[in-house]
């Protein structure tokens, strides 16, 4: 069973920037395929970014290019997305995402295991 814990969520100006943390435990983490979601109630959970197990390619969503970033740390079994120049639009609840299998996607359904999210508010 994996186990996401996100944090480094808060309170952040509009232009500003924020990086989310997503510990994992269980499993093999270098083996996962994670991933980094958002979601503002009300609406259906955005992609933001993705990054595959054992090469690390990365693919950005629509919502994140240019300024958000996935990255991991396979020794601390840790996802990052780094998160720049935030919008009033970046108010919501971040969540990380795995898959025990290799792989690069952009949809919910890819991913098994979720965390429970970190709140992030974007304000001016």
């Known amino acids: 069973q994996v186990q996401l814990v996100e944090s480094g969520g808060g309170s952040v100006q509009t232009g500003g920037s924020l990086r989310l943390s997503c510990a994992a435990s269980?499993?093999?983490?270098?083996?996962?395929?994670l991933g980094w979601f958002r979601q503002i109630p009300g609406e259906e959970r955005q992609f933001l970014a993705a990054?595959?197990?054992?090469?690390?390619?990365?693919y950005t969503g629509s919502a994140g290019r240019g300024r958000f970033t996935i990255s991991k740390d396979d020794a601390k079994s840790t996802v990052y997305l780094q998160m720049h120049q935030l919008t009033r639009e970046g108010t919501a609840v971040y969540y990380c995402?795995?898959?025990?299998?290799?792989?690069?996607?952009?949809?919910?359904?890819?991913?098994?295991?979720w965390g429970q999210g970190t709140q992030v508010t974007v304000s001016t």
């Open positions: 995402a795995a898959n025990k299998q290799n792989g690069v996607a952009g949809y919910e359904t890819f991913y098994g295991y």
């Open positions: 269980g499993g093999t983490f270098s083996a996962y395929a």
């Open positions: 990054i595959s197990a054992s090469t690390g390619i990365t």
